[in-house]
């Protein structure tokens, strides 16, 4: 077996929030316009072709009338040989033409479509998940982003055990 190292540690947490996104009903439905969307379905089974990224840029930012999500991740420190502390970006960006969210089709929800993803995806990751600790969300708030769009920022930091990383 390869040894692993933080940077294994940053892509599988990436990894792990994606898949979590991947299999929310609730957030694949708000970012398709499609409160009874199938998981299934080609859409959300390209998605990571078309809206959900997990560097921190994308070109159809500008292109697309619809949410892009973006996934980074981050190591913000060593708290000491076994505890490193990880960060996770994520910012949802989405086409002002797309902010409008029908609350007649998706019923509890009030607000626009962008707050509602944030809070769809801050919902996924409160408290802790198997393989991701406990993830405290730290910071959010507006981002710049070209005109015609809009986008929040979400920052969370967590503290990882380093199990055999061999790191010094």
Same mark, same amino acid.
């Given at each position: 077996?390869? #040894?692993?190292?933080?940077?294994?540690?940053?892509?599988?947490?990436?990894?792990?929030?994606?898949?979590?996104?991947?299999?929310?009903?609730?957030?694949?439905?708000?970012?398709?316009?499609?409160?009874?969307?199938?998981?299934?379905?080609?859409?959300?089974?390209? /998605?990571?072709?078309?809206? @959900?990224?997990?560097?921190?840029?994308?070109?159809?930012? #500008?292109?697309?009338?619809? #949410? /892009? /999500? @973006?996934?980074?991740?981050?190591?913000l420190g060593v708290l000491s040989k076994e505890v490193n502390t990880f960060g996770v970006i994520i910012q949802v960006i989405v086409a002002r033409n797309y902010m409008?969210?029908?609350?007649?089709?998706?019923?509890?929800?009030?607000?626009?479509?962008?707050?509602?993803?944030? %809070?769809?995806?801050?919902?996924?990751?409160?408290?802790?998940?198997?393989? @991701?600790?406990?993830?405290?969300?730290?910071?959010?708030?507006?981002?710049?982003?070209?005109?015609?769009?809009?986008? #929040?920022?979400?920052?969370?930091?967590?503290?990882?055990?380093?199990?055999? %990383?061999? /790191?010094?």
């Open positions: 077996m390869a #040894v692993r190292t933080h940077i294994d540690q940053l892509i599988d947490y990436k990894e792990d929030i994606i898949d979590q996104m991947v299999s929310s009903k609730e957030l694949m439905g708000l970012v398709f316009d499609d409160p009874d969307i199938d998981l299934d379905s080609d859409q959300v089974f390209n /998605i990571r072709d078309t809206h @959900l990224f997990d560097h921190s840029y994308s070109d159809d930012t #500008v292109q697309t009338d619809g #949410v /892009i /999500i @973006l996934v980074e991740t981050d190591m409008k969210l029908d609350t007649k089709r998706f019923k509890g929800l009030r607000g626009n479509r962008r707050d509602n993803v944030v %809070r769809s995806i801050d919902m996924l990751l409160h408290g802790g998940r198997p393989g @991701l600790g406990v993830l405290k969300l730290t910071d959010v708030g507006p981002v710049d982003v070209p005109r015609g769009f809009t986008s #929040v920022r979400m920052v969370y930091t967590t503290d990882d055990f380093s199990r055999n %990383r061999r /790191i010094r």
